[in-house]
Every structure is written in C-alpha cells, then in structure tokens.
C-alpha cells in the first residue's frame, strides 16, 4: 500500500477551487428528539484545513454533529454555513465514512466503479483508487466478504473517488486491530495533506494525538472545548476532558 | 387411479403433440405476463419504497389488497374491455393468447409491486443515509436497489409466476379454453376432468408441478450461489 501512496496522482483528482465550502461557521446548533435536547447551543468555527478529531463520551452527541454538518440531518435550530453554503448545499462536495461501512452487493471494484459513474467520475480512476487502498488484488472478490479492516479500507477508497473537499469520518477504526487502523490513519492522513478538511469522531486517545489538529470535545450535547491538539492533551482546558484523558469515567 | 396415473405417465414421454401444444402456450402466456408484470411492477415497488408522500398507507394498503385479486373478477374486467361491446372491443383480442396474457398480468403485477416494494424497502433502510451521503438521485437509487436486491427478486418474480401458471379463472373467462387456441394446462385439467378424461389431466398436472418444482429449484440454486457470494 505505501508503493501506492506515493502514486496517488491518477487516483484522486486535483482539489476544486472555486465557490469554497470552507472555512466552517456552525452558531447555535440545536437538536431536539421531542423533549429529549441531543445538541444545545453547539457553537464553532474550523479553518480550511487541517483534521479535527472530534472527541467525547457515548451519547455526547458526536455522531449526530457529523449527520448535521453533513447535510444528512436538520437541525432544530441554530446554523451551519459551509463557506457561504447551507450544510444540505455542500453535501455533494462532502464524504462521510461510516462506523460500518455500507458496502452494495457488488464486487470490491464494482461499488468503485458505482460511485464513480454516479458522480460522472472518470471510471478510469478504479484500479488507481483500489491501489491507493491495498485492494486492488480484492477488485473481483465480493465486498461484503471483505475483512472489517478491508471494508473500511474500501469505504474510505469510494468517499475518496468522490474527491471530497471534507471527509467526515464516524468512528472508521472502531474493533479494528492496529494493522488495520494504521492503514485507515495512513489514508486519512495523506487526504489531509493533500488538502482534503477531515473531521473525525474517535474514542480513540492515541488516534487522535496522531492525527489531530485541534479537537473538539463534546459532552451531554455541549461543546467542553475546543482546542489545538498541540494544546489540549498535554492541558485540556475542561475537567470532562481532563477526565476523559485520564480515564476517568465520563457521562 | 392407478390406470389414470399410468396413462399420464405413458402421455408424458411418449412426446404427445397435443399435450406439448398446452404445455407450450401455458409457458407462453404464464412468462410474458411474468416478465410484463416486473416490468411494471418493479418500478411501483421500488418507488414506493423509497417514496414518503401523504397517503403513502393507504397506497400500502391497497397494494397489498390487490394481491388478493381474485382472477375471476380480473377475467370478467378484462372481459368486460375487450368483449365487442367494450371500450377495447375494436381490437379483437378476446379469446386469444394476447388476451390471456393481459389478464394474468393485471392478476399478478399487484404481487410483484407489494412484495419487491416490502424487499427494496428492507435494503433501502440499510442503504438510505449512504446514498444521501453520496447525493444520488432518486432514478440512480431505483436503478441500485433493484440491482443490489436481484436475487431477492427472482423470488418475488417466481411467486408471480406460480400464480400466473396456476390459475385458471382468468384465462378461462378471456380465453375461452379453445382447442389449439387458447387451452392451457389450468383449463385443460378442469375440461379433462369434467370430461372425464383423467389421464390427460393428471399428466397436465404432474407437468405443471414439475414445472413448478423445476423453477423453485433453479431460482433456489441461484439465491444459493448468490449467498455464497455475499450478493443477496
């Protein structure tokens, strides 16, 4: 897979310049189940660039934040501005890798070459993109009977044929074994220094202090901080981060 | 019996001309209203499964109603329209294959569209949010549902078969069970039987269950080799 790295060219096409969807504005974000407030007062902005690992216990709210800023939800209240784009008018330029990726009835190049004909991609990029995933040995072989690690791998591989300007990852590595989540890191890392914006939800201390450059912590629906990584995990700011850190149990 | 069962037996392999004429205009009619109802029925299912719109039960309601037509009362509707005196009369179709084919595809479309709705709704709840995600229109999520839930289709497909080949109200009523015309294996069996002649209607019979069996066990294969690749 590193060979393939270094031949990333042909996979993924050049970053789209015009109209930008960046940086991010989201003010007053609310979301509401009924009674039940999921998300209050959500406030933030992120820069053009760079990876955001989005952080907090279970039930804080981390992965709705994602389906909201990308356009797969509507919020009760409160705004996401993409740039000068509402968040259901930037989804097109967006990617979202699911915790499970869900994976057509197809083989591993046919759910390639699907995505790529939906979005009027050039089919040309299959192998290359296959390539970039270590799958390209896997092209014939049915998806779905790929490992936890190779699914995810070929998710990452058709969010990225998309040529997103900001992938949204959901807890890509969750029960997968370190090989595995080296190789997701390695992807997602090379996307951002491509330019791609990634935005990451992971439990994941150790994923984050690789990858992150800033962090947002949420807690019961609320942002705790929102902090340059360089910052936040050797001094978090909140004591729900500071517990979180440490180990200590959070709710 | 067991002289009748002998006899249809003997009807079976000795290549009776009579007997594979019935045989091969049933296939004829029964396929083409098949393939003739998933054309029409597939589209319906898919859209209504991916559809939210107000009164979208009541369209549930009365799909799955309509799997219970009964063929009779659609034998006496597509009568009543091609008959010389109905709106369709000017065709003369009546008392022909065509005819035959018409019925039995307003019997069975209803079955296709209610159950290929309830197996690509099933599959769009696994695919929705990923599709949103991927910001597909609504004809390129048909298109991949339909394809992704082929196997789980050929099913729905064979149950309308088997509906189409086994009835007998319909065709008998807008095809009129004419010798070397429009007689079937259902409307064979029925005339055979009333004749007396049950030799030619028990070997119509074990046919039409061997064609049943037949098709079961092909599409049954299919679905196998479909799960073994993680397709269905």
């Known amino acids: 897979m590193s060979d393939a790295l270094t031949s990333l060219a042909p996979a993924v096409a050049p970053r789209a310049q015009s109209a930008a969807i960046l940086p991010l504005a989201v003010r007053d974000l609310e979301l509401r189940f009924g009674e039940s407030v999921v998300l209050n007062g959500v406030s933030f902005d992120l820069s053009a660039t760079g990876c955001t690992m989005v952080m907090g216990p279970n039930g804080s709210g981390k992965s709705l934040l994602l389906k909201l800023l990308h356009g797969l939800m509507q919020p009760s209240a409160g705004q996401i501005c993409w740039g000068d784009h509402a968040a259901s008018h930037a989804t097109a330029r967006q990617a979202l890798v699911f915790q499970k990726p869900v994976l057509l009835r197809r083989s591993v190049a046919a759910n390639i070459d699907f995505v790529l004909k939906a979005r009027g991609k050039d089919a040309g990029r299959r192998d290359a993109l296959l390539d970039h995933v270590g799958l390209r040995h896997k092209a014939p072989q049915p998806a779905r009977l790929l490992s936890g690690g190779e699914a995810q791998r070929l998710a990452l591989a058709r969010a990225l044929a998309t040529d997103p300007e900001v992938l949204f990852l959901d807890e890509p590595t969750a029960s997968l074994d370190p090989a595995s989540v080296l190789a997701i890191e390695a992807i997602v890392g090379e996307a951002r220094d491509r330019g791609v914006r990634v935005i990451f939800v992971t439990h994941d201390t150790g994923q984050a202090r690789r990858l992150a450059d800033d962090v947002l912590f949420l807690q019961r629906g609320r942002i705790a901080e929102h902090t340059r990584a360089a910052d936040f995990f050797p001094a978090p700011q909140s004591q729900a981060a500071r517990d979180y850190l440490d180990g200590r149990i959070v709710v | ?232």
């Open chain 2, 1 to 232: 019996m067991a002289d009748a069962f002998g006899l249809a037996l003997q009807l079976v392999f000795s290549g009776d001309p009579n007997l594979h004429e019935i045989v091969l205009l049933s296939l004829r009619v029964s396929l083409t209203a098949t393939v003739l109802a998933c054309l029409i029925g597939l589209p319906v299912g898919a859209l209504v499964a991916i559809a939210r719109f107000p009164g979208r039960n009541v369209v549930l309601i009365v799909m799955n109603a309509l799997m219970g037509l009964p063929p009779v009362v659609v034998g006496l509707l597509v009568y009543l329209h091609l008959s010389r005196s109905g709106p369709l009369g000017f065709l003369g179709l009546l008392y022909t294959p065509t005819a035959m084919i018409i019925a039995q595809t307003i019997l069975i479309a209803p079955i296709v569209a209610a159950l290929s709705r309830q197996v690509l709704e099933d599959l769009h709840s696994e695919y929705a949010e990923q599709f949103r995600s991927l910001c597909l229109t609504k004809l390129q999520t048909v298109q991949a549902l339909l394809w992704d839930a082929r196997y789980s289709l050929l099913t729905v497909g064979l149950a309308g078969f088997g509906r189409a080949v086994a009835e007998v109200g319909a065709v008998i009523i807008v095809g009129g069970n004419i010798d070397h015309l429009t007689r079937v294996m259902t409307t064979a069996i029925a005339l055979e039987t009333s004749k007396g002649d049950l030799a030619l209607a028990l070997a119509l019979g074990i046919i039409l269950l061997v064609i049943a069996l037949g098709v079961n066990a092909a599409v049954q294969s299919v679905r196998m080799t479909a799960a073994r690749q993680a397709y269905v």
